[in-house]
């Protein structure tokens, strides 16, 4: 059984480690449980169904139907029945497990003072798999690299193209001779569980985990001085303040946003653009990740 | 000679099922003291530590000679066994078997059951709130058991003998 198969079956109930214990996990990238639907596979091309014995089908009607009773015991398992660890992960809709492996939440959220305090009555859980791929951002670095120095480098793309864990690798490249922190808001560039990154991030690298990019930033470069900070999903205006003030320190960024193409975020985000040398655009080519293009930004931050 | 035996032998069996009902008792009263301890001790841990169920029973149940490590190496088995039960199945088979093994008084057996049915699906403020109380309620059980302990102490150890003695005197 390979690892990535092995480190997510141990944190499923027996139930659901039992059904998917026979399945290839070649390729997959996302398992989903709803509650009255069948068990679903997600591969980067397409969807299947998994039947009571284990195997694959393409047909629905033969899926193994989740019950409201095994979603409330596999949610249980999958926050090691202590929901008080996990509050926080949960209040954001997701569950970090270990491996590196995140599992989605959906239910009935619970309000508190305007804003969701946690979930209840859930009814789906979306399984997705991590896996690494070492060396997927080697191809950046001949174009990052300058005087020595990296260039603040922000990498753009749609959802499910990658940026995370070319981020991941290029702090796992990187950190061989610098020092790093990555401020990981949501867990999901290191995986942290229990304060250990579950995946390899790098020999030189901090991880400042669960913390607000914009006050995340600015917490690194007072206290772990690294000489390169990075961090995904920018976006906001307190984020682009955060880069500038850190900027002064002589740090440097590579970050990701959500966006197509350079051309349209000159139009949406033109002052974070201006913190940032080189934009590198990623995408997806036969239904993998990959890097489209790379490209020199002639405004310097 | 022979009566005289037999009459021992009877008043022996009568006393030793006395002191044996006797053992029983305490026995029950120290499990709950001690399960009260533990639950305090597991509240104020995920009060102050937020500290994973699963990593906290294994980490006290290390410590084989601690007074509840039958019970927290119960659970621990039960939470890693192949079948991966939920928090309340686990806790529930941990209570019964502990509760045979240590005569555990059936009052103290369904508070701890109770809090095992709710155990890791709130928010530590709660979870602690609820072991705390449920620790309060045992402990306030065992000062009654004690008290009621005594006393009951002594009607066994007298009806144990009264009974050994009224077998002899109906045989002879």
Known sequence: MDKHKSSLLANLTGTYRNLLTPLSF????EIRFRVGRPVMLYRGDGFSYVTPLGTETDQAEQGKICTSAELAALTSALCQHSVYAHLNDIKDGFISLHGGHRAGLSGKAVMKDGAPSGLSDISSVNLRI?????????????????????????????????????????????????????????????????????FDVGIQTDVLDRVPKSVGMLLAVRSLSPHILITDELGTDADVDAIRQAACTGCRFIASIHGDSVEKLQRTHPDLLKCFELAVVLGRRGGHPAIITTKELTHNA | MLKFLGALCILSACGAYSFYYISCQRAGRKATGELSALLEHLGNSIRFQLEPLP??????????????????????????????????VAWANAVNAYGTEHNLPPRATSVVLALGTHLGQADFETEAHRLIQASQQLAELAKELDTQGTTAEKTAKTLGLLLGAFIVIILL
């Open chain 1, 26 to 29: 070649s390729g997959l990238e």
């Open chain 1, 130 to 198: 991590a896996r690494a791929f070492p060396d997927c951002a080697a191809p950046i670095l001949p174009h990052l690299m300058q005087g020595g120095r990296p260039k603040n480098t922000l990498l753009i793309g749609p959802p499910n193209c990658g940026k995370t864990t070319h981020l991941r690798d290029l702090a796992r490249l990187l950190s061989t001779g610098y020092k790093i922190c990555i401020v990981d808001e949501r867990s999901e560039i290191a995986g942290s569980r229990e304060g250990v990154p579950q």
């Open chain 2, 55 to 88: 990593s906290l029973i294994d980490r006290l149940s290390a410590d084989a000679s601690a007074p509840t490590a039958a019970f927290l190496a119960h659970l621990s088995a039960c939470l890693n066994s192949e079948e991966r039960p939920t928090l309340s």
